[in-house]
């Protein structure tokens, strides 16, 4: 009986996972497609090289900052909000107070900020005159991505996750699109085209806020007599940690870009930015299905329940390499047909070995499954932020040894080189303290059809039409790599959503 009654618990939070995985994974690839014209048409047709670098480096700067000003604070909502939920009070208090905290917190790295402005622009070099005028805008996109942060984990610790998906995936480009063609059009400036880029996030940030009060989900309370001194010394420890872990892992995926606008120029970091944009397609399902299954890692670490976090660990696992396996195959595969469509795609070719490395190493974070979610969220959390400390060092001194040798290629091999140390780490630990791997036969069967699929593509013929190479070439590897797939049962959930739509067109 305990058996059944684990089987249905699991298959119905795996149920979860896959619903939610699939609204948000739609709303993301609306949101690659829209980002894709943006980055690979608009933004190059209508911006010189320089200003498109310009942008990148306002844009990823503020990434890169707002961990340091959100004092790992995002962490403590995933990891606390579930006890104080089920407690029955003090969710609305504890959500205050965090917010409270994330002001104070701003408002320390702003002074941190302004007195290590002259620091920040001598490390451009050259390009120092072009940002002076525009370093305010990353204080100001800093402050909205921190809210944005906040609010948009709690959202994922309510089940909520597609609206603010709906949000930063699609509203945020669309609104981008507008504005690179009302610069085109002369209606504003590239200086308001800059300001009003930072504005957009305020925007979504706004709707964001009244989409969670309307629903009764955001009451501000600042009677906080609901948290004992322990809980709350034990809240404020990991988030000190969570700082740590989470501003380490932002240098490790963020730091390569403004180093290659720091050593290569703008110009560089245009092209460089614009080829990882390509790469993370690959990544699109991973920050899905994870934005589901941390709350329910988390749960699972509140019943101490590791038969669930073994089952999710596991499937997480094979489902993010087969998805992602995929995109890598055919990202790659019509790399020269995607830059024949680009304008100045002569100048962003350079760029091609970012894509496939870039490429390597998200598909490696995805192979290694839930692993810093699982760490993160288990009594051993201090772990994962020693082991992220070390390699943002690492890939700081990695991507300088190699940027000079190998240009943007160096800092791609780089961030490759990270990603893998790091999983390979947190894999190890993960066996040695909770006796988990995500690794079954499932696993090797997926690498298999992943280097055949690859082969097929080196042996299809190129097609003169670049329309017409990249459907029959897209759609063979997929009809492939999809077939061997589910013939091999290398994975139930995806046997039976191939299952469920045969019956959808059956019935029609």
């Avoid at 501003?247 to 614009?274: C, E, H, P, Q, R």
């Avoid at 490696?364 to 288990?378: A, K, R």
């Avoid at 240009?407 to 190890?428: E, Y």
Wanted: proline residues 3%; positive net charge.
């Amino acid at each position: 009986v305990e058996l059944t009654a684990l089987y249905k618990t699991l298959n119905f939070v795996m149920g979860i996972v896959i619903r939610q995985s699939i609204y948000t994974s739609i709303i993301s690839y609306a949101g690659v497609v829209i980002g894709y014209i943006n980055l690979l048409y608009l933004y190059p047709k209508f911006l010189d090289i320089e200003q498109i670098g310009l942008l990148r480096t306002i844009q990823d700067a503020a990434i890169l900052f707002v961990p340091f000003a959100q004092m790992g604070l995002a962490q403590s909502i995933t990891r606390f909000y579930p006890h104080f939920n089920k407690s029955g009070g003090g969710a609305s208090s504890f959500i205050t107070m965090i917010l409270t905290l994330s002001l104070i917190g701003f408002g320390i790295f702003w002074i941190i900020f302004t007195l290590a402005e002259s620091h920040i622009l001598s490390f451009f070099n050259d390009q120092a005159t072009l940002l002076a005028p525009y370093l305010h805008l990353v204080l100001w996109l800093t402050f909205l991505m921190l809210v944005a942060t906040l609010l948009e984990t709690y959202s994922r610790s309510l089940l909520k996750v597609a609206f603010p998906n709906l949000l930063r995936e699609v509203v945020v480009r669309l609104l981008q699109a507008i504005l690179v063609s009302l610069y085109f059009t002369k209606v504003i400036s590239f200086h308001y085209f800059l300001i009003a880029n930072v504005a957009i996030y305020g925007v979504v940030l706004f709707i964001l806020v009244i989409n969670l009060s309307v629903a009764g989900q955001l009451k501000i309370h600042f009677d906080f007599s609901f948290l004992q001194s322990k809980r709350l010394r034990e809240i404020l420890q990991f988030s000190a940690l969570s700082f740590v872990g989470t501003s380490s892992m932002v240098i490790i995926g963020k730091v390569d870009s403004l180093m290659v606008a720091g050593l290569l120029g703008f110009s560089a970091n245009a092209i460089y930015t614009t080829a990882f944009y390509m790469a993370t397609v690959i990544e699109i399902p991973k920050r899905a299905i994870l934005q589901t299954t941390m709350p329910l890692i988390a749960e699972a670490f509140e019943k101490n329940d590791l038969k669930e976090i073994d089952n999710l660990y596991k499937k997480v696992s094979v489902n993010q390499l087969i998805i992602g396996a995929l995109l890598l195959i055919g990202v790659w595969a019509n790399i020269q047909n995607i830059f024949a469509l680009v304008p100045k795609g002569e100048i962003f070719e350079a760029g091609a070995y970012v894509v496939l490395l870039v490429g390597l190493g998200k598909l490696i974070d995805m192979f290694f499954g839930p692993s810093s979610e699982i760490i993160v969220l288990s009594k051993y959390y201090a772990f994962n932020i020693v082991v992220v400390l070390v390699l943002a060092i690492t890939v700081i001194v990695l991507n300088l040894v190699l940027i000079p040798i190998y240009g943007m290629t160096g800092a791609a091999i780089g961030s490759a080189i990270a990603l893998f140390l790091f999983n390979s780490v947190k894999f190890i630990f993960i066996l040695w303290k909770f006796k988990l791997q995500p690794f079954t036969l499932s696993t090797l069967k997926v690498l298999g059809i992943s280097v055949l699929a690859f082969g097929l593509n080196l042996a299809l013929p190129q097609l003169e039409n670049v329309f017409l190479d990249i459907f029959y070439r897209s759609a063979l590897i997929t009809l492939f790599f999809g077939s061997l797939t589910l013939i091999s049962k290398s994975s139930p959930e995806v046997n039976k959503l191939a299952a469920k739509a045969l019956n959808l067109i059956g019935r029609k």
